[in-house]
């Protein structure tokens, strides 16, 4: 079955520091991997996903993510951040088993972002 | 921009009674998903809609839930006969025709309390 991990519930970074959020799967086929973000009261916002290709995409707001097979990992990174980031991220992996797909989450990983 | 959107942003409703969640998915879309997330658990998946009928179900979607999309906007979630572990947020979700691996637009939830 598929699954996803993100080992980190909290994460507080500095204003302008940079940021790297882990994920794990763990699928039987090729991944479609997506992460997506949800501020206080928003609902969940897409800020990148990988189907296929180069292994470092890249999404909206400055973030990036890099596909590694070999450790089963989809990591997000952001090289400078800002106090408008503090949000939770959600790693997901899509599963397609009957033709339609469905998102297996992650538990989440809350960033606060300190002055 | 088109969303998702979610009527009421919270809900809280005794052990025993029967709730309706809805959603206005984004109009030219066709693919239609419900989510939850008990707090601090990950978000899991409930169940898609596409041609008017369920495509798939998590075994959480069990008798007591059902969908409909009764007049061609609207997508609801109903509970029959609601239980304290049926607390959580609520996500609606929808995708347009195209790859079945393409992005989903969620709706900012309904916080579901049963008390």
């Known amino acids: 079955a598929q699954s996803v991990t993100q080992p980190d519930i909290h994460i507080t970074v500095s204003e302008g520091a940079s940021l790297e959020l882990r994920c794990n799967y763990s699928y039987g086929a090729t991944p479609y991997l997506f992460w997506y973000v949800q501020s206080p009261g928003q609902g969940l916002q897409l800020l990148l996903k990988y189907f296929s290709g180069d292994t470092l995409v890249q999404g909206i707001k400055g973030f990036e993510a890099e596909f590694k097979r070999s450790q089963s990992s989809f990591n997000l990174r952001k090289p400078s951040v800002h106090w408008s980031d503090a949000a939770e991220y959600f790693c997901?992996?899509?599963?397609?088993?009957?033709?339609?797909?469905?998102?297996?989450f992650g538990t989440g990983t809350r960033l606060l972002v300190s002055p | 921009e088109p969303e998702v959107t979610q009527t009421p942003s919270h809900q809280v409703t005794q052990m025993g009674q029967e709730v309706i969640l809805r959603c206005v998915p984004i109009?030219?879309?066709?693919?239609f998903y419900w989510y939850r997330q008990i707090l601090g658990q990950k978000v899991e998946f409930l169940v898609s809609f596409y041609n008017n009928e369920i495509s798939e179900k998590s075994e959480i979607f069990d008798d007591q839930f059902s969908v409909e999309r009764p007049d061609g906007s609207n997508f609801t979630l109903k509970i029959r006969s609601t239980k304290l572990e049926d607390s959580a947020m609520y996500f609606c979700?929808?995708?347009?025709?195209?790859?079945?691996?393409?992005?989903?637009?969620f709706g900012p939830g309904t916080r579901l309390t049963v008390l």
């Open positions: 979700a929808s995708k347009t025709k195209g790859r079945a691996l393409d992005e989903q637009f």
């Open positions: 997901a992996v899509g599963a397609l088993n009957t033709g339609f797909q469905k998102l297996v």
């Open positions: 109009s030219n879309h066709l693919y």
